[in-house]
């Protein structure tokens, strides 16, 4: 009974989907032609599954059948009220819907998400959004000295949030609309 549970999930997985499609992964960990990967290969591979896109900087996986919310680390997405907050959510669920995702964390927030610096399908996504144009880099978190040149190479270029004429980065909208409920 226990196989055949593992093979139930092995075949429902996710993940046992991307090794089919990528035989020769399958060969270079196994060191075998057509082999079945084993679960540990299938990990290495695809990581955590990703069961939820809140916006454009989390993203929610399951680990140890246990939903784990992911902020996104050094990057500020604008809010869904703002221009380009549901194009920044696409953005994030196209490079991550349906793909294994590994994790780095860097910190715990406030609100008890980890943030993390996060790998979907090869492509590190926190970079990933700010080189389309759907994310802020965030000066107050940033440790990733590399992206405020990724933004400013997105900034000259146009592309996503940067073809508005005057964008609010998230922390300002967030703050301003905090003092008009105040007020």
């Known amino acids: 009974m226990k196989i055949s549970a593992l093979v139930f999930l092995l075949l429902s997985s996710s993940a046992f989907g991307q090794m089919v499609e990528r035989p020769q992964e399958a060969e270079r960990l196994t060191g075998q032609r057509n082999a079945i990967p084993r679960p540990a290969d299938v990990a290495r591979i695809s990581g955590y599954q990703v069961i939820g896109i809140a916006d454009g900087d989390t993203l929610t ?49 406030r609100y008890g998400r980890t943030v993390a610096v996060v790998t979907c399908g090869g492509v590190e996504v926190n970079r990933a959004q700010v080189e389309r144009g759907m994310a802020w880099v965030y000066p107050r978190y940033n440790k990733d000295q590399s992206l405020p040149a990724l933004q400013e190479k997105s900034r000259n270029a146009g592309v996503g949030l940067w073809r508005d004429s005057d964008p609010i980065p998230p922390w300002e909208y967030r703050r301003s609309s905090k003092l008009s409920r105040e007020n």
């Open 61 to 109: 996986v399951l680990q140890d059948r246990k939903p784990v919310k992911l902020r996104l680390a050094n990057i500020d997405a604008p809010e869904k009220s703002q221009p380009f907050g549901q194009r920044s959510k696409e953005s994030l669920s196209d490079l991550c819907w349906g793909k294994g995702a590994t994790y780095e964390t860097q910190d715990i927030d």
